[in-house]
């Protein structure tokens, strides 16, 4: 198979109060406001390539949208496109904003992604365009600026399932899974496309609720800046997550907190850079520390919320089984485990 895509080029995702949204990448996160069409608003981090990669869209709830990848080629969208109708999915072209003509499809597991090979690349304005040829524009001035998108991470019912159809169909390479140490359930995987750990994450959805989404990331340079940026959001009241640590899975450095739709935010930085074509992936329990390499860190509950918000009396319930949720929640608690 040829190389279909090449990296996630943005996220869209919905908020019940855009403009709070857009207040807090712009004041908070680091972000900028490119555009606005149709009550969309559009932003970018200081070092993304492309116009803009982060797209906030009026909705009810939080939601993740559409995810989008740009491909390696004009032929690679094609072969993408037949690969997908080919598996018994159908999606529709059309002419995204500054993206030219893309492919939009539902997946099996209900998650949108887009697919295009045009972009508009992007052009700094004189106030904020970079003295180095290589950098899209300055470097923000926000503490702790993300540089760039990085991956986002879907829920769905079948994990294992999930990665089997984007490695077969569009060639994402697996390269991790989480199977819990008390049974043989899949709860996390992680795919990509390039270099890096993953572009695509998937965690295991105990929800009816199709195509929700975990969180979505963004990448800063140093381990440093991550620790300015949860300072700087500390120091505006918003709580972080989970973090700052140290993942097994990819070994970035993560920080988690969520923008005011509630939607889950992560930035990463630092981790391996793996090109092995045929790299078998391996399969992880929580009591090595897959989620966190130090395994003194046991993830806090509300990490099991994904969005929108699946039916239920409480968010936090969430469909997610009781035995999956006490394996996840407290992995290093069995002795002699390790
Ligand atoms: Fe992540």
Redesign the pocket.
């Known amino acids: 198979m040829i190389k279909l895509l090449s990296h996630l080029s943005y996220v869209a995702i919905t908020s019940p109060d855009v403009e709070a949204s857009v207040d807090f990448y712009e004041k908070q996160v680091g972000l900028t406001v490119v555009d606005r069409v149709d009550g969309a608003v559009y932003l970018r981090c200081w070092g993304d390539y492309y116009r803009y990669s982060v797209v906030v869209l009026p909705g009810d709830e939080p939601s993740l949208a559409t995810m989008a990848w740009r491909t390696s080629s004009p032929e690679a969208l094609e072969e993408a496109v037949k690969r997908i109708e080919a598996s018994g999915v159908s999606g529709e072209w059309f002419d995204g904003v500054s993206i030219g003509r893309a492919y939009r499809f539902t997946g099996p597991w209900g998650h949108s992604m887009t697919l295009h090979w045009e972009v508009e690349r992007h052009q700094a304005p004189g106030n904020v365009a970079s003295i180095f040829p290589d950098r899209p524009e300055k470097r923000s001035t926000v503490a702790g600026a993300p540089r760039q998108l990085d ?1 986002v ?1 879907v829920a769905t019912s079948d994990v294992d399932a999930f990665a089997a159809w984007y490695n077969e169909v569009l060639g994402f390479r697996i390269m991790a899974r989480t199977v819990l140490d008390e049974a043989p359930i899949s709860v996390f995987s992680v795919l990509t496309t390039n270099e890096k750990s993953h572009d695509l ?1 998937v965690v295991l959805d105990g929800s009816s609720r199709a195509g929700r989404v975990n ?1 979505y ?1 963004f990448w800063v340079d140093t381990r440093e800046e991550l620790l300015i940026a949860a300072d700087v959001l500390m120091e505006h009241g918003t709580p972080i997550e989970y973090g700052p640590s140290i993942h097994g899975i990819g070994e970035q450095n ?1 920080l988690y907190y969520r923008e005011p739709s509630s939607l889950r935010i ?1 930035l ?1 930085t630092g981790g391996y850079r793996n090109y092995v074509p045929d790299w078998t992936p391996n399969t992880w329990k929580p009591s090595l520390g897959s989620n966190n390499l130090y395994r003194n860190g046991a993830m806090p509950l509300s990490m099991t919320e994904s969005f929108p918000p699946a039916d239920g009396p409480s968010a936090t319930e969430e469909g997610v089984p009781d035995e999956i949720k006490d394996a996840l929640l407290n992995p290093y608690a069995v002795q002699g485990r390790g």
């Open positions: 991956h991470t994450g969180h990331a993560f992560e990463n």
